[in-house]
């Protein structure tokens, strides 16, 4: 399984754009990055994902850079609702079966006013 | 999307009692996993379940300690046998919608805590 490698905690100001790294050096060619977020005592929360080019939806942006090795998950304007633990994750294939998540560590993004 | 009810939400159990967990999503799915989360950690997950065969552990689970059915394409239960406090965690159901987008969503989660 492709390994995600994050910082463990950043910090950002209020209205400002928090920008969250991701290395994934050992990626397939048709591994797919995804990004959740988790609030404390919910559940995950799908964010955004991408194969090779940059994606937008109503959340957030992702850069992926163009040897597929690293990724940039870019909250546009923080809000303090924001603070969570985000989850880089490169999907593992299953075949006919579909994919699978694997979680690593995540970073604890906390916003602040 | 998928709406995933999970129950219960929380319950506080003896140590050699057992508690099945029940996951409820609001559409047909062809795969559901199960995670475990514990306290301050991320998310390991446990199995994936298909509907109409046996589910597939991961590495470090089995099957007499988490035993799990999928009778069908909405509904799964986790049981969590003969419990210690070491299984105290939040457990958490899954699904994949698929199409293109193949997004996985998640329940709330099932808090238990092990006397």
């Known amino acids: 399984d492709a390994k995600t490698t994050q910082p463990t905690s950043m910090d950002c100001a209020e209205g400002r754009a928090a920008n969250l790294p991701c290395n994934h050096s050992t990626i397939s060619g048709n591994e797919y990055v995804y990004w959740y977020r988790q609030i404390h005592s919910q559940g995950p929360q799908y964010i955004i994902h991408g194969l090779k080019n940059n994606e937008t939806n109503e959340m957030a942006s992702l850069i992926i850079t163009e040897d597929r090795k690293s990724s940039t998950l870019i909250l546009p304007h923080a809000t303090l609702r924001d603070t969570a633990v985000y989850y880089c994750?490169?999907?593992?294939?299953?075949?006919?079966?579909?994919?699978?998540?694997?979680f690593g560590a995540g970073t604890i993004l906390r916003v602040k006013s | 999307s998928a709406v995933i009810s999970q129950k219960p939400s929380r319950d506080i159990c003896q140590r050699g009692t057992s508690l099945t967990i029940q996951c409820q999503v609001d559409s047909q799915v062809t795969m559901m996993f199960w995670y475990r989360q514990q306290p301050g950690q991320s998310l390991t997950l446990i199995a994936t379940?298909?509907?109409?065969?046996?589910?597939?552990?991961e590495s470090g689970f089995v099957i007499d300690k988490f035993p799990i059915s999928r009778p069908n394409l909405t509904f799964s239960t986790l049981t969590v046998s003969n419990m210690s406090p070491e299984d105290s965690s939040i457990y958490l159901c899954?699904?994949?919608?698929?199409?293109?987008?193949?997004?996985?969503?998640f329940g709330a989660g099932t808090r238990l805590s092990v006397l």
């Open positions: 379940a298909n509907q109409g065969s046996e589910a597939t552990y």
């Open positions: 994750i490169v999907r593992v294939v299953l075949g006919q079966y579909g994919n699978k998540l694997v």
């Open positions: 899954s699904v994949t919608v698929g199409g293109a987008k193949n997004i996985q969503y």
